[in-house]
């Protein structure tokens, strides 16, 4: 689980996770993405919701990361 000083920005499959990270590494946003069904895999149980995985942001770069996914989508 992550602290509360992370916040969901988004849910998506790979490749929107991708682009976003991408996006985000540029402007200095050091994204966290969880993948539930690759940690699954790795464990050696069934995959809950496949190629879906969701990003987290710092809570004091939220607002700018909302802005820049804004642009992409």
């Given at each position: 689980?992550?602290?509360?000083?992370?916040?969901?920005?988004?849910?998506g499959?790979?490749?929107?996770?991708?682009?976003?990270?991408?996006?985000?590494?540029?402007?200095?946003?050091?994204?966290?993405?969880?993948?539930?069904?690759?940690?699954?895999?790795?464990?050696?149980?069934?995959?809950?919701?496949?190629?879906?995985?969701?990003?987290?942001?710092?809570?004091?770069?939220?607002?700018?990361?909302?802005?820049?996914?804004?642009?992409?989508?």
């Amino acid at each position: 689980m992550l602290s509360n000083s992370f916040i969901h920005l988004f849910t998506g499959s790979s490749i929107d996770v991708i682009l976003i990270v991408a996006t985000l590494e540029k402007i200095n946003i050091n994204p966290v993405v969880k993948d539930e069904g690759e940690s699954a895999r790795l464990a050696g149980f069934g995959i809950p919701a496949p190629l879906l995985q969701r990003v987290f942001v710092h809570s004091d770069e939220y607002k700018k990361a909302v802005k820049i996914i804004g642009t992409i989508f």
